[in-house]
């Protein structure tokens, strides 16, 4: 999904608990679109940039390429290298994973 979301190799997001974002200019242009159950992307809605991502309605990450300025953190991990472009080559020593790393969030079941 992030490749193609993205228009990239792959997608850049910081987790964080809902409770500690917010937005604090251009909410009033934010749309959401719902990939899932419970689960989406938000987007900006005049130039179609992809924003962040949402659980049960609260924003969970935000993609980093959207940050103006440095955002205080370096990568820790990569997830879905188990799916990523074949031409795609990982050229650091961070853990990868196939898919969610254990004990971590995973987005909501379809199956209700």
Known sequence: MCRRQHGAAFATYAQ?????FKWISG?????????????????????????????????????????????GIKPELHIFAGSKAEWDVINDDLPQFDEWPPDTWK??????
Do not use: H, M, Y
């Open 107 to 112: 987005p909501p079941s379809r199956a209700r």
């Open 16 to 20: 964080f608990n809902p409770g500690d």
């Open 27 to 71: 909410e009033d242009v934010v749309k959401v679109f719902e990939t899932q159950a419970d689960a989406g992307w938000c987007f900006c809605s005049e130039c179609g940039s992809s924003l962040a991502g949402t659980d049960k309605g609260k924003i969970t990450a935000i993609t980093l390429g959207s940050v103006e300025g440095d955002p």
